[in-house]
Structures are given as C-alpha cells and as structure tokens.
C-alpha cells in the first residue's frame, strides 16, 4: 500500500513538473494601452493588433520553439496609472511590452521598463521625448511629432496662409508636442496664428472657447489632442455659427470621432502615415481581420508590426534577453505588415510618410 502511494506521489509528481516545464516554456509579452476611459477606441485597435500578432506567431510554431502568452494592461492613458501598470507587468517577467498609445504614459512608463529590463515599442507615442531621452529599451514603429508637425504646418501654411488660425492644444504630451511642432513649422513659413491656447479635456462643454475663436474670426482650428474633444470643440463651433475647417493630427484616426462630430466632422482634416491596410505587406493580415469582422485601422497594424519585429529580433539574437534582442534590433531591417521597418541608434523607424487624410461622410481617405 505504502509503495502504491509512493509511486503514485511520484507519479504527481511528475505531472506538475512537466506542467511546469511547459509553463515555464511561454514567453510573456504585453499590450498596454488605454482599454478603458476616454480614449479607450485606441486601447482596442492595440489589444486587436496584438491579439492577432501572437496567434498568428504561435499558430506558426511561437518563438525559440515556445509559445507566446500575451498580457493585457490597462492605463486608461493616465500616467501614474501607466507607471503602476509597467510595475505590474514587469513584476509579472514580460519580457516585452508593445506600448503605450498615450505619450504622457510612454515616457514615464518607459522609466519603469528600463530599470527592470524590459524591452518596449510603441506603436502610437510620437512625442520626440520618448526616445530622445536615450534609454537602452525605448523603440517605435511609428513617427514623431516633428516629422508630422512639420507636414501639418506646411500643408496649412500653403493652403490656409491667408486665413486666421486657432491652434489649440490640451497640455498632453502628444498634444502639446504636436501643436508646438506644427506651429513652429507654420511661423517658419511666416505666418502667424491668430490664437494659440489650451483647452481642458475630458470636459462636454467648450462654448466659452468656441466664443473665443468665433470672435477672433478664426476660420481654421488646429487641434493638439485627441478625438473626443476634436469632435465635441468641432460640433459645438458648428452649432454656434462658424464655418471653420478642422485639422488634427494622428489621434483622429478612428471611426469614433465621427460618432461624436457628427455630420459637423465633414471636410476635417488630419495627419497620418500612408494607409497601413492599403500596402501590400498587409494584404493578408488585413483580409484575416475583415474576416474576423475587424476594420484593423488607425494602430492595429502598427501594433502588429510591432510585436512581429520583436518576435524576428528574438530569433535574431538567439535569446529573449530584453537588452539582446534591443541590441538586435539596431542592426537589421525587418519585414512587418507595415513594409520593412529599419531603427536608428534612438529607436526610431528611419523612413516616416505622414499625409493628409480628410473625413467624408463617415469616414476617412487619404487625399
């Protein structure tokens, strides 16, 4: 009876050592970004690119012949919650984050991850901070806001020269940074806006402001910030009156500031790489998305390249060891969805094409 139970311990045994093996056989990695809150339509596009990504690397045989198992981390775009969730998901091993949307989590965030080695790309954070202040872990698949500054403030420059401009932005780190770069890029050129202000977000109402700029005459409004308050300062201008054209930049890129602006959002204008779905490295990526009822537009696909140039750089270096694969990462160029991706010494891509999108009926086009 006593030799029965023995092996039938060790037999137990046995099992949850294999159990264990095979769980300590999976890489985690991360998405984070803003699942819940204000801007929670970006968090989705994240968690869907990132979703898709690691389904499609593990159905392919994963990565060093392990699985990957991906976490998700919710920071609602707040920057104490950001740095609370980088702490959660390093004290989980996560060997790589692709994250944050919100350069004001980014930044902080990335302090986090640096210190306990843990490897990050952002899909979304186009602040020049995040990678200018020069840590070993900080890379991005898409562009900075000097580089889209610079296309917005020319393209208005040239074409809305004569007209008076409001530039507004909301004290964020992307909306600030983006608003000074465009207004840097346009006083370049010579011309003057005629307001320059910020604006409070999360807020419903912004008619004290919108009287502001009715008053100055202003007839276009750029906006630094995001989709919610581009799409309510844009509705409430309409319904007082005034005709001003609307130009934002990357973080109108969804479908819900329609929902928001209405028919108001026609003629609006917005900066944003080339259309990620219409490339041809994409086609077959995008065609599993539709099939899955997915548009992946805005980040999905910037989100997915990010986790692929990961997963190529593992392999590369032969290691996931966060600070072997960086190193990896700064010496190739590597195919993704979003064509091949290729970092400077900063961490980031060395090729950006920002252009102009404009809404219509709904939806968005490149011009």
Request: positive net charge; glycine residues 10%.
């Amino acid at each position: 009876m006593f030799k029965r139970t023995l092996l039938g311990a060790v037999a137990a045994l046995g099992v949850s050592l294999v159990f264990a093996a095979s769980a300590s056989a999976q890489i985690k990695i991360a998405v984070a970004g803003p699942m819940t809150g204000e801007y929670a339509a970006f968090g989705q596009q994240m968690k869907a690119g990132a979703e898709m990504a690691v389904a499609d690397i593990n159905k392919a045989g994963g990565v060093l012949g392990q699985q990957i198992v991906l976490e998700i981390g919710d920071d609602a775009c707040d920057p104490k919650q950001a740095v609370s969730v980088a702490n959660q998901l390093a004290s989980k091993g996560v060997k790589f984050v692709a994250g944050h949307f919100c350069s004001s989590s980014s930044i902080p965030a990335s302090k986090v991850y640096a210190e306990e080695g843990v490897l990050q790309i952002s899909p979304a954070s186009t602040n020049p901070t995040f990678t200018d202040k020069g840590d070993w872990n900080t890379f991005r698949t898409c562009g900075r806001d000097d580089q889209q500054g610079l296309v917005a403030g020319n393209y208005m420059a040239k074409n809305f020269g004569k007209k008076k401009i409001a530039i507004l932005h909301d004290n964020s780190a992307y909306g600030k940074g983006l608003a000074d770069e465009t207004k840097k890029a346009l006083n370049a050129k010579g011309i003057k806006e005629a307001i320059y202000t910020a604006y409070t977000p999360k807020e419903r109402d912004y008619s004290a402001l919108v009287s502001r700029l009715k008053q100055a005459g202003v007839e276009v409004i750029y906006v630094g910030g995001y989709h919610t308050e581009a799409g309510l300062i844009l509705r409430q201008s309409k319904e007082q009156g005034m005709k001003a054209t609307l130009v934002g930049g990357d973080a109108l890129v969804t479908n819900e500031f329609w929902q928001i602006a209405g028919d108001s959002g026609d003629g609006t204008l917005m900066t944003f790489a080339s259309d990620p779905r219409k490339r041809p490295t994409a086609a077959a990526v995008v065609k599993a998305f539709k099939d899955k009822g997915i548009d992946p537009e805005g980040y999905v696909l910037y989100t997915y390249a990010a986790i692929q140039v990961w997963a190529e750089a593992v392999k590369k270096a032969g290691s996931t060891d966060p600070k072997k694969v960086a190193a990896a990462m700064h010496t190739g160029t590597w195919p993704t969805v979003l064509g091949p991706i290729t970092f400077d010494k900063k961490g980031d891509v060395t090729v950006s094409d920002y252009v102009f999108y404009i809404w219509h009926n709904g939806a968005y086009a490149e011009m």
